[in-house]
């Protein structure tokens, strides 16, 4: 499968842990971006990556969280203190040119 | 964050029906992409407009941006079960940009 993995598909952590998700992109997309949705809702823009570089960041994205993407490959996102609002469905896609491409996703749930 | 309006929220039809959903903007995007999410799953591109006015087909889907540039459409003819589903509009200012999502049209199909 050549397509956009995430990695766990499932997490659930306990209110003030840290968490971390990881992106594969799709081999040749050089752009990488990270999504938030919540329950009824669309895909929320949190941040995006032009190979290594983070170009753009949502005022969503508070400072409890952190995206890297070190070697312009994989990608991680890392959220620290969990809250239970942070619960939602965190996706990556990556694109080539303006059509982005989702990964499954991650499922977050903080309890 | 800013959601684009789509509407119907959701539609309860008969199989072999057309289905019409639209999206608007009070603001011009200069790409507009549709995608179809199942539960538990990233979303999946459906079709990608490019043009005001450009009219675009994949199958038994069509796509329209419209002229204004503050909305578009998507029709499915002849709808079959597997086209349950939610269906999200995605708007596009510039070519790197993160997607700003509206809040889906959910597509139920009565056999």
Same mark, same amino acid.
């Given at each position: 499968? !050549?397509?956009?993995?995430?990695?766990?598909?499932?997490?659930?952590?306990?209110?003030?842990?840290?968490?971390?998700?990881? #992106?594969?992109?799709?081999?040749?997309?050089?752009?990488? *971006?990270? *999504?938030?949705?919540?329950?009824?809702?669309?895909? =929320?823009?949190?941040? *995006?990556?032009?190979? =290594?570089?983070?170009?753009?960041?949502?005022?969503?994205?508070?400072?409890?969280?952190?995206?890297?993407?070190?070697?312009?490959?994989?990608? !991680?996102? =890392?959220?620290?203190? $969990?809250?239970?609002?942070?619960?939602?469905? *965190?996706? #990556?896609?990556?694109?080539?040119?303006?059509?982005?491409?989702?990964?499954?996703? $991650?499922?977050? !749930?903080?309890? | 964050? %800013?959601?684009?309006?789509?509407?119907? %929220?959701?539609?309860?039809?008969?199989?072999?029906?057309?289905?019409?959903?639209?999206?608007?903007?009070?603001? @011009?995007?200069?790409?507009?992409?549709?995608? +179809?999410?199942?539960?538990?799953?990233?979303?999946?591109?459906? @079709?990608?407009?490019?043009?005001?006015?450009?009219?675009?087909?994949?199958?038994?889907?069509?796509?329209?941006?419209? @002229?204004?540039?503050?909305?578009?459409?998507?029709?499915?003819?002849?709808?079959?079960?597997?086209?349950?589903?939610?269906?999200?509009?995605?708007? %596009?200012?510039?070519?790197?940009?993160?997607?700003?999502?509206? +809040?889906?049209?959910?597509?139920?199909? %009565?056999?």
């Amino acid at each position: 499968d !050549t397509g956009v993995s995430q990695n766990p598909r499932h997490k659930i952590t306990k209110r003030g842990q840290n968490v971390t998700f990881r #992106c594969d992109p799709i081999s040749e997309h050089n752009r990488l *971006y990270w *999504y938030r949705q919540t329950l009824g809702q669309g895909p =929320e823009f949190l941040t *995006y990556f032009q190979n =290594e570089a983070q170009l753009e960041k949502s005022r969503l994205l508070s400072d409890r969280f952190s995206a890297e993407r070190p070697k312009g490959s994989f990608s !991680t996102l =890392e959220i620290q203190r $969990t809250e239970q609002g942070d619960s939602a469905m *965190y996706l #990556c896609a990556s694109s080539l040119a303006s059509e982005q491409y989702f990964g499954p996703g $991650t499922r977050l !749930t903080v309890t | 964050g %800013q959601q684009l309006n789509q509407s119907p %929220q959701s539609m309860f039809i008969q199989e072999g029906e057309d289905v019409s959903m639209n999206c608007t903007s009070s603001s @011009i995007f200069n790409t507009w992409l549709w995608y +179809k999410q199942d539960p538990g799953e990233g979303p999946v591109l459906l @079709i990608a407009l490019y043009k005001a006015g450009e009219l675009t087909s994949n199958g038994r889907l069509t796509a329209q941006f419209g @002229i204004t540039r503050k909305d578009s459409f998507l029709n499915i003819s002849a709808s079959i079960p597997s086209d349950v589903g939610i269906y999200f509009c995605a708007g %596009q200012r510039g070519g790197a940009d993160g997607l700003t999502f509206g +809040k889906g049209t959910h597509l139920i199909i %009565q056999p």
